[in-house]
């Protein structure tokens, strides 16, 4: 089979492709092309990395940022890191939606 990458080389299967997810390092059963050394994995190949890292803790972790909420006249105030402000592009006048999700979690989505 032809490597859809360069489109010369030949794939090659192998026992040893790399793959690391938040430090954490896997190998796995691939193809790798003679000529460019692209590695490709497979589709169940890829769930059961998955499928580990899970286990692992590493896949799938939400973000969790520990804050401390604070008092104002008229309710308690929680606020948003400027570093998640940026990534979702927050102005401060923003509509959001406050649900409780349990005992002990909230969900915030912005309209």
Same mark, same amino acid.
């Given at each position: %089979?032809?490597?859809?990458?360069?489109?010369?080389?030949?794939? %090659?299967?192998?026992?040893?492709?790399?793959?690391?997810?938040? !430090?954490? /390092?896997?190998? =796995?059963?691939?193809?790798?092309? !003679?000529?460019?050394?692209?590695?490709?994995?497979?589709?169940?190949?890829?769930?059961? %990395?998955?499928?580990? =890292?899970?286990?692992?803790?590493?896949? &799938?972790?939400?973000?969790?940022?520990?804050? $401390?909420?604070?008092?104002? =006249? @008229? &309710?308690?105030?929680?606020?948003?890191?400027?570093?998640?402000? @940026?990534?979702?592009?927050?102005? !401060?006048?923003?509509?959001?939606?406050?649900? $409780? /999700? !349990?005992?002990?979690?909230?969900?915030?989505?912005?309209?």
């Amino acid at each position: %089979m032809k490597c859809p990458k360069c489109e010369k080389g030949e794939l %090659m299967e192998v026992n040893d492709v790399i793959n690391s997810l938040d !430090g954490v /390092v896997f190998i =796995a059963k691939g193809k790798r092309c !003679g000529l460019c050394s692209e590695e490709f994995i497979g589709e169940e190949e890829g769930n059961r %990395m998955i499928q580990q =890292a899970r286990k692992l803790g590493v896949w &799938g972790t939400q973000l969790k940022l520990h804050r $401390k909420l604070s008092k104002s =006249a @008229r &309710g308690t105030v929680l606020r948003i890191p400027s570093d998640i402000e @940026r990534e979702l592009k927050l102005k !401060g006048t923003e509509e959001v939606l406050i649900s $409780k /999700v !349990g005992d002990n979690k909230l969900l915030i989505e912005i309209e």
